[in-house]
């Protein structure tokens, strides 16, 4: 009789384990979800209104221009990779912008995009017009550089 109580003791002992441990599982399943839910609509919203501000309003767009144009100038110094967005290696001011894609267009300028929404267009002189590059919403925000959001 002693060995039966003892095995029913142990699994009495093995079901609450595993009980707690189920209970843990989902308590950090449901943290992860919490946490995701979060950082969606939260988070990142804020750090790309962050971002967008900073591109506005405080960028050095002097820098963007000059290393743009040194893109320009040197294309085979900055390959795209295969699938990639962006060449590997950046001039260092734009790479500190971290734009999602970089387009070097030959001959024309240089297209920074952002978060999917806006971007920047340097142009390889100042009397180039990019408009029928980045549509006619896109405004002047500095000699050589135009701002220019998406389906505007």
């Known amino acids: 009789m002693d060995q039966r109580n003892s ?3 142990q699994m009495r002992v093995l079901i609450v384990i595993g009980v707690v441990a189920a209970g843990l599982l989902v308590t950090c399943f449901g943290l992860f979800i919490v946490t995701a839910i979060y950082q969606v609509m939260f988070v990142a919203p ?3 209104a962050a971002r967008h501000d900073y591109i506005l309003q405080s960028a ?3 820098r963007i221009v000059e290393e743009s144009r ?7 110094r900055y390959p795209r990779q295969p699938g990639g967005s962006a060449p590997e290696k950046l001039p ?3 790479e500190s912008i971290d734009p999602s894609w970089v387009i070097i267009r030959p001959g024309e300028g240089v297209m920074l995009m952002f978060d999917g929404k806006y971007g ?3 142009t390889i002189d100042d009397d180039f017009d990019p408009t029928d590059i980045v549509g006619m919403g896109a405004i002047q925000v500095h000699s050589g550089l135009w701002y220019y959001e998406y389906g505007r």
Request: aromatic fraction near 14%; hydrophobic fraction near 35%; glycine fraction near 10%.
């Open 7 to 9: 095995g029913s003791r």
């Open 46 to 48: 804020a750090e790309a």
């Open 60 to 62: 050095d767009y002097e």
């Open 70 to 76: 040194l893109m320009l100038r040197n294309p085979d």
């Open 92 to 94: 260092g001011y734009i």
């Open 120 to 122: 920047l267009y340097a």
